[in-house]
């Protein structure tokens, strides 16, 4: 039931207590001499410790005793009377001199119970707090594994996961971290000898062929070439037992339901089942991150490659439209010289076909204008020259420039009239253009007999209203803004395609656009370079009544006078 250690020098207690203890279950033993107490205390293991009053130094020895066994039983053997009160606070209990045998048995027992509840106790506690400690470690290294979408840095975090769970010895980690090469990581207490090394290696690569058992591995693994990553935490200590006595603990790492590598760890005293739970636990939590990490790696590679294509495209089409604009050039010009007479008059027919060819020749270079200007805002090398302007300067000028095709298409252009707006900091040429293309647009969708109008007013971010499509765009401005708008009474664009229209060469699904033409680019442009007025545009219509096109810009804030240049 538990080791008893007395310590007496008279003869006929220790005669009457070795009677009562000297039998099973107690393990029953004496000390008299008082220079061999401690000595024999670590032999004995006591659970409980009996002391005689009158033995010598006994307030010493008890406070030696008690500073190396403070779990165990202190029981004072007293005098049937005046129990000396000082050493009451060092013990548990006591037992008088004329104490029956009985009671003496039953208070030593009640004793060695309670010091074994007490151990259990704090043998649970021990197991709860290692429990703990290992959920903290599992947690956080779930945490680190969900913040990284790093191959490498995940297993580093696994292996530190385990170092902090189960202080292993050393860990071979073989990881395929990129598709074709892998990579054998050892995290080591101790220095490991080159013979170790190759041996680990040799037992790695058994170890992963065993995993796929007849079949064939995913990939060939040359000994020779495989890479070692070695990390010692104490590189002046070498190990010096045979390694592969340690216990030890083996997995294999997934990647979703792809092989990604496998793990084998070592330590030199045994592993618990406890230890198994964790080690797998935390072998298998790495794989969903890995899936991620890796779908994130192709994902970033398709990215490179889509925006090499981007590049490639945006090039193409400089090259190309600078190659066409020269012979376009050559061509308008011998239509003007025919046109001009100077080679002989044309007949009817002759006079036809000369402006319809000239009619052409001006959309085709239309078309490569704005595809040389969108090229040029996509790579970044547009010229801009902001100065602070009246957005008045702006309408007049478009007013002026499409009124006569406005005309001839039996159109009434208006500009009404907005007294008083403030400055914006803008690029008039970019706006100019912008404002072109919209009214232009009107002009193209607009049947005869209609009205066009522009209009424009100062109205704060919070006050502008738009289809819920572009509610992000405006959602993004702050502040003050002139906003300008062209209204048609036009064929107008179903809410559905309303986005689109601001796509790359789109052209809305109607009979009308197919048949006029254009090259699908005069929104996208003009929508980039309001952006790079940190403004925006958006449009409002309805399919056979008309539309709405708004771009706003901010009311400027640089001081008047000063004018900037951005390349
Ligand atoms: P395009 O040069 O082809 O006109 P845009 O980018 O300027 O290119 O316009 C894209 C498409 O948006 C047009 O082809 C047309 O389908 C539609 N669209 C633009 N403005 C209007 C409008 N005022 N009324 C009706 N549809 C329009």
Known sequence: MGNILFISDRLEKIQQYTN??????????VVSDENVILETAELNSPDVIILDYKFNNIKKNIKNLKSIYNSTAFVLLTPSQGLEQDLTKYINAFITEDLSEDLVLSTINVNLRTKQ??????????NLADSLYRLNVLYSTSSQFAGSLDKEKLVDYMIEGLDKSLSFDLTCTLAFCTDTEPVLILNSLYELSEELVSAIKLRTILNYKSLFENKTPPFEID??????????????????????????????????????????????????????????????????????????QEIME????LEKLERLKSEFISIVSHELRTPLTAIKNSLDILSSGRCGDLNEA???FLAMAQRNVQRLSGIINDLLDLSKIEAGKMDYHFTNMNIHSVIEYVKFALSGVAREKGLNLIAEETANLPEIYADSQRLEQVLTNLVSNAIKFTPEGKNIIIRSHIARAEQLKAP?????????????????????????I????????????????????????????????????????????????ELNKGSRFYFAIPVSKVPSKMEVSVN
Not at 20 to 29: A, C, D, G, L
Not at 117 to 126: C, D, G, M, V, Y
């Open 20 to 29: 009562i203890f000297n039998r099973k279950p107690y393990n029953f033993t």
């Open 494 to 541: 179903a809410e559905k395609d309303l986005l689109r229209a601001f796509d790359k060469f789109a052209q809305i699904e109607n009979s009308l656009s197919r048949k006029i033409g254009g090259s699908g680019l005069g929104l996208p442009i003009a929508k980039q370079l309001l952006e790079a007025h940190n403004g925006t545009i958006w449009c409002d219509s």
């Open 223 to 296: 000994i020779e070439k495989l890479k070692v990553i070695k990390t010692v935490k104490y590189p002046a200590n070498r190990f010096t037992f045979n390694l592969f006595q340690y216990d030890n603990m083996f997995a294999p790492i997934s990647l979703g339901d792809n092989f990604f590598g496998c793990i084998e760890i070592f330590k030199e005293t045994p592993f618990t089942s406890d230890d198994a739970t964790c080690f797998q636990t935390i072998a298998q939590q790495v794989s969903l991150p890995l899936k991620s990490a890796t779908l994130y």
């Open 468 to 492: 819920d499509c572009f509610k992000d765009d405006i959602k993004k401005l702050n502040g003050e803004y002139i906003v300008v708008c062209v209204e048609d009474e036009g064929i107008g």
């Open 117 to 126: 509840s007490l151990e259990q106790l704090s043998a649970t506690n021990k």
């Open 302 to 305: 398709t990215n490179l490659k």
């Open 350 to 352: 002759g006079n036809k």
